[in-house]
């Protein structure tokens, strides 16, 4: 069955930075465009980053742009997220997601807080 599980999430400070993976398996990885998402408390889950099923395109949220980067290996079947220069409203947990015949999977989240 499909399976995507992020780690790399924890307590940082402001200035600071993370990098994120998530693990993919049950499905033909390098088939589909992969994209970080994140919710903060109170607030809707918005869309931070999405990367092409080849690697070969990438975009990015307003907000994090210069900032973050998502990147992924097909051999590997992994996606990352590189998370520099964390500000407080970086805050949020984080979710590896792909679709499929409309459908949306998601993983079980990794908590990111940006915290002095």
């Known amino acids: 069955q499909v399976q995507l599980v992020e780690s790399g999430g924890g307590l940082v400070q402001p200035g600071g930075s993370l990098r994120l993976s998530c693990a993919a398996s049950?499905?033909?990885?390098?088939?589909?465009?992969m994209s970080w998402y994140r919710q903060a408390p109170g607030k809707e889950r918005e869309l931070v980053a999405y990367?092409?099923?080849?690697?070969?395109?990438?975009n990015y949220a307003d907000s994090v742009k210069g900032r973050f980067t998502i990147s992924r290996d097909n051999a590997r079947n992994t996606v990352w997220l590189q998370m520099n220069s964390l500000k407080p409203e970086d805050t949020a947990v984080y979710y590896c997601?792909?679709?499929?015949?409309?459908?949306?999977?998601w993983g079980q989240g990794t908590q990111v807080t940006v915290s002095s």
């Open positions: 049950g499905f033909t990885f390098s088939s589909y465009t």
């Open positions: 990367v092409s099923s080849a690697g070969g395109r990438t």
């Open positions: 997601n792909f679709r499929r015949s409309m459908v949306d999977y």
